[in-house]
């Protein structure tokens, strides 16, 4: 039940937002909404709206707020691999609504083809090479974006040199005098 105009008043309360967080607003119809002002990311979450004339006993409801914002990178990750292994390449964003993601080498846009696999869930991207290849180095970018705004990281797929272990039985050139020294004695 919605009250009567002009002899209504509201009060909105929830995850640090004051009252006199909001616009001030006569609500006329049932097509009517509150503005609040300067609200963040960080106010996001259930508030109860609670609406009271002198007609009725108060009505209060809860109602769901969702702050839009564009994407932001907040993580991304270069790697190293050796040729032949596999490679792993992360990238995480934080959007509302949820980012897509796309990945590019040079200017080019990649896809899951050719031994690469784009994996987005959420708020993260995977870029995974199968078998590294000389090929398979150098820069990558990812780019987040939803219909606020875009933006992007840059990572790197570095060479990773395995390092040759050291032969357990070294072979050690003796000269002839001290072999044929071991033979007489």
Same mark, same amino acid.
């Given at each position: 039940?919605? =009250? ?17 967080? %909001?616009?001030?607003? !006569? %609500? !006329?119809?049932?097509?009517?909404? @509150? ?6 990311? !960080? ?9 009271? &004339? ?13 702050? &839009?914002? =564009? ?25 509302? =609504?949820?980012?897509? %993601? ?13 031994? @690469? ?17 000389? !090929?398979?180095?150098? &820069? ?11 933006? &992007?990281?840059?990572?790197? @797929? ?9 032969? =357990? ?14 033979? @007489?004695?």
């Amino acid at each position: 039940m919605l =009250p009567q105009p002009g002899s209504s008043s509201g009060t909105v309360l929830g995850s640090g937002v004051t009252a006199a967080s %909001f616009a001030r607003r !006569e %609500f !006329e119809g049932e097509e009517e909404y @509150l503005e609040i002002l300067g609200i963040t990311r !960080e106010q996001s979450g259930k508030y109860e709206c609670k609406a009271a &004339n002198e007609v009725a006993s108060a009505d209060v409801k809860q109602v769901r707020v969702t702050v &839009n914002y =564009p994407p932001t990178i907040t993580e991304s990750k270069s790697n190293e691999a050796a040729t032949g292994r596999q490679a792993l390449l992360r990238c995480e964003a934080s959007a509302v =609504p949820t980012p897509d %993601f796309e990945w590019y080498r040079d200017d080019t846009r990649i896809n899951s083809a050719n031994g @690469l696999e784009i994996k987005s869930t959420g708020s993260q991207s995977l870029l995974m090479v199968a078998n590294v290849t000389e !090929e398979h180095y150098g &820069n990558y970018t990812c780019v987040a974006a939803n219909k606020l705004g875009v933006t &992007n990281a840059s990572l790197y @797929l570095y060479k990773r040199v395995l390092p040759t272990l050291p032969n =357990p039985f070294p072979v050690v050139p003796q000269s002839p005098e001290i072999i044929l020294k071991d033979i @007489l004695v």
